[in-house]
Every structure is written in structure tokens, then in C-alpha cells.
């Protein structure tokens, strides 16, 4: 059974930094594309990062430039650092493993979410 766990999500004031994390459970982590989802309150859930089994990250155009993807397929995390924050990354974020194909990421599993809150 799969279970992906995220952590680190809380109250940060714009402009700021926030480091999520994302432990991985029950699948043979390093052959599969991780990514992470955020979904504010009134939205669709939006693909925020991809990385794929050969370490290719795949970013957001609205997070392109402030935001990075990194895994470990030691530990069997991913995480996602998020720097220059805006209100408008406001969201609950979700880790999910899944595949990778022609470029487009298609989900298998999720875990509960952590809430990000960007405010000052």
C-alpha cells in the first residue's frame, strides 16, 4: 500500500521561504515521477512541479523562477522549496507519485496535503 506523507507546510509572510517535504512508502520509489499539487480554497487542484525518475523537473510557469523540486531516492522523499512566496501560493499542497509520460504527469496516489498560508 502506498502512503506519502507530507510535512512542512505553515504561516509564511510574503517575500519569504518554505521548505515541503514528502516520505514515500510502499512502491519502488525511484522508478516513479513524484510531483506536488496545490489547491486554494474555490479551485481547481493545479500541478504545481514535477521530477521524474531521471531527475528531470518540470515547474509551473506561475512558480517558474521561485520554486525547485528536488528528490532522494535514498530517504524516498521529495521536496519542494519555495522561495519569493506570494498570497496567491496560498494552498493546501499535496505530494503525489505517479508516471511521466511525453511529458505529461499522470497521478496514481496522494497523500493528505499540508497547508501553506502566505501572509504577513
Known amino acids: 500500500q502506498v502512503q506519502l506523507v507530507e510535512s512542512g507546510g505553515g504561516l509564511v509572510q510574503p517575500g519569504g521561504s518554505l521548505r515541503l517535504s514528502c516520505r514515500a512508502s510502499g512502491l519502488y520509489f525511484s522508478i516513479y515521477s513524484m510531483a506536488w499539487y496545490r489547491q486554494a480554497p474555490g479551485k481547481e487542484r493545479e500541478l504545481v512541479a514535477v521530477i521524474t525518475s531521471l531527475g528531470r523537473v518540470i515547474l509551473a510557469d506561475s512558480v517558474k523562477g521561485r520554486f525547485t523540486m528536488s528528490r532522494d531516492n535514498v530517504e524516498n522523499t521529495v521536496d519542494l522549496q519555495m522561495n519569493s512566496v506570494k498570497p496567491e501560493d496560498t494552498a493546501v499542497y499535496y505530494c503525489?507519485?505517479?508516471?511521466?509520460?511525453?511529458?505529461?504527469?499522470?497521478?496514481?496516489?496522494w497523500g493528505q496535503g499540508t497547508q501553506v498560508t502566505v501572509s504577513s
Open positions: 503525489s507519485t505517479g508516471t511521466t509520460m511525453q511529458g505529461q504527469y499522470t497521478p496514481d496516489d
